[in-house]
């Protein structure tokens, strides 16, 4: 993380580029957006993300089975899932993101994206390029569903910079709230965003 550019450029074009563009969807109503418009904003932080915090290496191109395709993709859903706002496939290297809220069926604010993509985005760097051999995995990545030490510290980091970066950590705080009424709510604990 102290190589990425964030940490190595953090007054370049591109880290004042996306704050410009935060600032522009910052005061958008995600209800009012049309849903192509949504997945194509949220695609929009994932590129950026990606290249301030994991050197581009999730939105890089492979080769895929019969065409090249990114290294991990983007699936959205529109229908809420009481459990789950967010998740990494690592079987299909695909990151998926519930869009609207359970009961109202509101659209979810920019900020909520982007901490959700950025955990997802968390999981999937430790899912492909974690040494699932190394002594320390399991505590490290595996323990707490996926949650471990690593886990935490990577996304800290992130989500640090970016409410630096934005002044928009009072969202954070609204998620949290929302995953213990969730846990609260549901008699199996599972992960809110796995
Ligand atoms: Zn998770």
Redesign the pocket.
């Known amino acids: 993380m102290t190589s990425s550019l964030i940490a190595r450029e953090p007054s370049s074009a591109r880290i004042k580029r996306f704050l410009e563009r935060y600032r522009t969807h910052e005061a958008v109503d995600m209800n009012n957006v049309d849903y192509n418009d949504i997945e194509a904003i949220l695609y929009e932080y994932f590129q950026r993300i990606d290249e301030m915090f994991f050197f581009k290496l999730l939105t890089r191109e492979i080769q895929g089975v019969s065409k090249p395709r990114k290294l991990v993709a983007i699936k959205t859903h529109e229908v809420p899932d009481a459990n789950i706002l967010g998740l990494f496939d690592q079987n299909h290297d695909r990151i998926e993101i519930w869009l609207n809220r359970l009961r109202t069926f509101e659209t979810y604010p920019l900020e909520h994206f982007i901490c959700v993509l950025a955990?997802e985005m968390v999981?999937a760097y430790i899912g492909i390029f974690a040494d699932e051999r190394h002594d320390m995995h399991d505590e490290w990545v595996n323990d707490h569903c996926?949650?471990g030490t690593m886990f935490w510290k990577l996304l800290g980091y992130i989500l640090d910079r970016l409410f630096e970066l934005t002044g928009s950590e009072r969202v954070w705080e609204q998620i949290c709230e929302e995953e213990s009424a969730r846990r609260a709510f549901s008699r199996k604990p599972r992960?809110f965003?796995?």
């Open positions: 955990h999981h996926g949650h992960c965003l796995t």
